[in-house]
């Protein structure tokens, strides 16, 4: 049996549960790490850090963070702040808030593009080269690092303005800062031509891995995700390259959905839902392929 790699879950996987719930479920359930979603925080500032606390407490690593504010410019999660500086004032906030509270954990931090202002594509792309590199120094400088996650076109005009591996890819390059890199979530980039020998050559650049899987019938809407094995996805050959391009980090389970659908799994029991998502990524890693 091959070396089993960390998994952890998101908290967007479990939307309906409370921050201490989500900690209790995936300290019960043995898992590796969790990725922290800011929103379930709360926004008194000690309060969060009083259940930052409980989270170090736990044992569980942080695998990763999305923080509360977590695109360049508006998004679904947040459309109410409009300008790109104070959208990232908001993330240096974050950065503080998880540097204090759990210092000298290395923590990678999401972060997306959000819509371009008036579809100026241009601007949006510049803007992204102006602000990042400060971006990244300042999370360099209290420990942490930043992620960039590029996102499946369908969510173009709806979350971001990169929708493919490359324009993402491109974006690092011209950043440029050692703490700056790659989210590579599968269900992002499944489609992509040659994905599989593309990914094996991202080498360092991939800070975390998203794992999920993609509707047989395609997505109802854009939260349609369904768990890993279960889909179009071929994450036997795509988690043999992740490994291949030298990354050790976790896999985490990340899951959205949509209440409204009788077969949501946001509406399902979280604990089947994690403990079958977990199978099905150890048996698609037992089955890797990375030639």
Known sequence: ?????????????????????????????????????????????????EQLALLRDSGLQVTSVQPRVHALFKDAMCPHLLDPEERLR????????????????????????GNAPAYNFRLAHATARRLYPDLARYAADRGLRVMFEPLHPILMNADTFISSLDEALHLIEDVDEPAFGLMLDLWHVWHEHAIGSRVRALGKLIFGVHISDWPRQQPRGLADRILPGQGLIDLPGLLGAVAAAGYQGAYCLEIFSAHEWPDSLWRADPTRIIEEGRRGFYKAWESTTCD
């Open 90 to 113: 908001c993330y240096r906030q974050t950065i503080d808030l998880f540097a204090q509270s759990l210092p000298g954990q290395d923590i990678p931090l999401v972060t997306i593009g």
């Open 1 to 49: 049996m091959k070396q089993q790699p960390p998994f952890s879950v998101s908290e967007f996987t479990t939307w309906d549960l409370s921050f201490e719930q989500d900690v209790a479920l995936y300290r019960s359930l043995n898992l590796s790490g969790i990725e922290v979603c800011e929103r379930k925080l709360s926004t008194d500032v000690g309060q969060a850090r």
